[in-house]
C-alpha cells in the first residue's frame, strides 16, 4: 500500500478494509493512504452507507461525531508536516457534501483549522505541529495572525471559499486570512480571527 501509484485509486469497501487502511495510516502516514481514508469519508458522508458508517445509523449529505473522529484521527497521523492541499481539498469536499451536521460543530472547527494550518504553511509562515492546531481545546485564534498570505495561495482559498456550502459562516474566520484586498473581496465573510 505504500506505493503512492497504487494508493492513489484505493478503494475502500469494507469496515475490514478501513480498519486496516488506518491502522496502515498510522504506522506509516504516507499522504495517499489519508486520501483515500479522506475519500471513503466523503463517499459515506454523502451516501450515508459504506464502511465509515459500518455499526450505526448515518444519514445521507451529513457529518456526524464518528465521522468527525476518524478524520481528526487521519489529520493528526500526519504528525509534524503541515496539512497539504491535497488534504485541504478533501476536507472542502466532505465540507461542501454535507447539508447537515450531528457533531455539535466539531467538524466545521477541525475545517478551519486544517485549512488555516495549510494556507499559512503554503505561504512559508511557521505553523504548530498538527496534534495542537488541531486540537479541539486550541482556539483557531491562539495560534493564527492575520498574515499575508502567498497570492496563489490566497487565491486558492477565495475559489474555495467561493465555492459555498451550506455552513459557510464557520468558516468566515479563514477570509480574514485573505487580509484587507481578500476582505473586500469575500465581504460577507471578512471577520476577525480573534472572534
Same mark, same amino acid.
Given at each position: 500500500?505504500?506505493?503512492?501509484?497504487? #494508493?492513489?485509486?484505493?478503494?475502500?469497501?469494507?469496515?475490514?478494509?478501513?480498519?486496516?487502511?488506518?491502522?496502515?495510516?498510522?504506522?506509516?502516514?504516507?499522504?495517499?493512504?489519508?486520501?483515500?481514508?479522506?475519500?471513503?469519508?466523503?463517499?459515506?458522508?454523502?451516501? +450515508?452507507?459504506?464502511? #465509515?458508517?459500518? +455499526?450505526?445509523?448515518?444519514?445521507?449529505?451529513?457529518?456526524?461525531?464518528?465521522?468527525?473522529?476518524?478524520?481528526?484521527?487521519?489529520?493528526?497521523?500526519?504528525?509534524?508536516?503541515?496539512?497539504?492541499?491535497?488534504?485541504?481539498?478533501?476536507?472542502?469536499?466532505?465540507?461542501?457534501?454535507?447539508?447537515?451536521?450531528?457533531?455539535?460543530?466539531?467538524?466545521?472547527?477541525?475545517?478551519?483549522?486544517?485549512?488555516?494550518?495549510?494556507?499559512?504553511?503554503?505561504?512559508?509562515?511557521?505553523?504548530?505541529?498538527?496534534?495542537?492546531?488541531l486540537s479541539s481545546a486550541m482556539a483557531?485564534?491562539?495560534?493564527?495572525?492575520?498574515?499575508?498570505?502567498?497570492?496563489?495561495?490566497?487565491?486558492?482559498?477565495?475559489?474555495?471559499?467561493?465555492? +459555498?456550502?451550506?455552513?459557510?459562516?464557520?468558516?468566515?474566520?479563514?477570509?480574514?486570512?485573505?487580509?484587507?484586498?481578500?476582505?473586500?473581496?469575500?465581504? #460577507?465573510?471578512?471577520?476577525?480571527?480573534?472572534?
Open positions: 500500500m505504500a506505493n503512492t501509484e497504487r #494508493t492513489a485509486g484505493l478503494r475502500i469497501e469494507s469496515e475490514a478494509a478501513i480498519a486496516a487502511v488506518v491502522a496502515a495510516v498510522e504506522r506509516s502516514p504516507a499522504e495517499p493512504l489519508r486520501l483515500a481514508v479522506l475519500r471513503a469519508v466523503r463517499n459515506g458522508v454523502i451516501t +450515508g452507507e459504506g464502511p #465509515t458508517t459500518a +455499526g450505526r445509523i448515518h444519514f445521507s449529505r451529513a457529518i456526524d461525531a464518528a465521522d468527525t473522529a476518524l478524520v481528526r484521527r487521519i489529520l493528526m497521523a500526519g504528525g509534524a508536516q503541515p496539512v497539504t492541499r491535497a488534504e485541504a481539498d478533501a476536507l472542502f469536499d466532505i465540507h461542501e457534501a454535507a447539508c447537515e451536521r450531528a457533531d455539535g460543530g466539531a467538524f466545521d472547527d477541525l475545517l478551519a483549522k486544517a485549512i488555516a494550518h495549510h494556507v499559512l504553511a503554503a505561504s512559508g509562515h511557521r505553523v504548530p505541529e498538527r496534534a495542537r492546531a483557531l485564534a491562539g495560534w493564527t495572525r492575520n498574515e499575508a498570505l502567498d497570492p496563489s495561495v490566497a487565491a486558492w482559498l477565495e475559489r474555495r471559499l467561493r465555492r +459555498g456550502g451550506r455552513h459557510q459562516a464557520q468558516l468566515a474566520a479563514l477570509a480574514a486570512l485573505l487580509g484587507p484586498a481578500g476582505a473586500s473581496r469575500v465581504p #460577507t465573510l471578512a471577520i476577525d480571527l480573534a472572534a
